[in-house]
């Protein structure tokens, strides 16, 4: 028995979903689809912000396959490879802003209501406690969210694609206002949450195929 648990080869196992649910197979491949297909944005700026969600996702599948979109798309390795740190930084990003809720948890803050626009002031606290850290994150991010490659607009919607990835709500508010102050529409803001939530759903089904192996074991 291979010791292997991810290979190009079981990704071909997809379409058995076609056979054992395939009105919900069917109904999702077309959403997928029409995600890339529909919208004002390019599919290169889609296919660049569905590398980054991929690398949050960590779906080996979903990251080969986006890659290989991308190139088709006429998307560099340049542009990729910002995507990617745009992707890390949010990761990053969401974890460091969920520290105010350790810092309310830690100080014995007593609100049913766990999630408030006043608590990510608390950020700031970490400079204090982790001075180096915090201002080594803080050059990253700021570098990150400066693409060389792709315009503000559409780094900003890079990044809240991957806001919606990761859950986090103080991410989601900071990136959709700095996507709309660099001019980024609605439209597009819906555009780019749908290519989000297609490869957070994309990698549940793409990693089905380890669920086959599992159960075929």
Same mark, same amino acid.
């Not at 076609?18 to 890339?36: I, K, Q």
């Not at 209501?113 to 991010?141: A, C, I, N």
């Given at each position: 028995m291979s010791e292997s648990?991810? =290979?190009?080869? !079981?990704?071909?196992r997809l379409n058995e979903f076609s056979d054992l649910a395939p009105d919900m197979f069917r109904e999702f491949m077309t959403f997928n689809e029409g995600v890339m297909k529909h919208g004002s944005l390019s599919l290169k700026v889609k296919e660049l912000a569905a590398v980054a969600v991929a690398h949050v996702t960590g779906c080996p599948y979903c990251i080969e396959l986006h890659v290989t979109n991308l190139k088709e798309a006429g998307g560099n390795k340049e542009e990729m490879s910002e995507a990617i740190l745009i992707g890390t930084a949010l990761k990053a990003g969401s974890a460091i802003a969920h520290g105010v809720n350790a810092l309310n948890a830690y100080d014995g #803050? =007593?609100? =049913?209501?766990?999630?408030?626009?006043?608590y990510f002031d608390r950020l700031g606290e970490f400079s204090k406690l982790q001075p180096e850290m915090f201002s080594s994150f803080v050059d990253f991010d700021g570098q990150a969210l400066r693409p060389s490659t792709m315009s503000k607009k559409e780094g900003e919607l890079? %990044? #809240? %694609? #991957?806001a919606h990835?990761?859950? /986090?709500? !103080? /991410?989601i508010e900071l990136h959709t206002k700095?996507?709309?102050?660099e001019g980024a529409s609605k439209e597009e803001l819906a555009e780019i949450i749908f290519v989000a939530t297609a490869l957070k759903a994309g990698s549940a089904l793409a990693h089905g195929v380890n669920a086959l192996n599992a159960y075929d074991r």
């Amino acid at each position: 028995m291979s010791e292997s648990l991810f =290979e190009r080869s !079981y990704f071909s196992r997809l379409n058995e979903f076609s056979d054992l649910a395939p009105d919900m197979f069917r109904e999702f491949m077309t959403f997928n689809e029409g995600v890339m297909k529909h919208g004002s944005l390019s599919l290169k700026v889609k296919e660049l912000a569905a590398v980054a969600v991929a690398h949050v996702t960590g779906c080996p599948y979903c990251i080969e396959l986006h890659v290989t979109n991308l190139k088709e798309a006429g998307g560099n390795k340049e542009e990729m490879s910002e995507a990617i740190l745009i992707g890390t930084a949010l990761k990053a990003g969401s974890a460091i802003a969920h520290g105010v809720n350790a810092l309310n948890a830690y100080d014995g #803050v =007593e609100d =049913e209501t766990l999630f408030k626009r006043q608590y990510f002031d608390r950020l700031g606290e970490f400079s204090k406690l982790q001075p180096e850290m915090f201002s080594s994150f803080v050059d990253f991010d700021g570098q990150a969210l400066r693409p060389s490659t792709m315009s503000k607009k559409e780094g900003e919607l890079i %990044a #809240v %694609a #991957v806001a919606h990835t990761t859950g /986090c709500p !103080y /991410c989601i508010e900071l990136h959709t206002k700095a996507a709309n102050k660099e001019g980024a529409s609605k439209e597009e803001l819906a555009e780019i949450i749908f290519v989000a939530t297609a490869l957070k759903a994309g990698s549940a089904l793409a990693h089905g195929v380890n669920a086959l192996n599992a159960y075929d074991r």
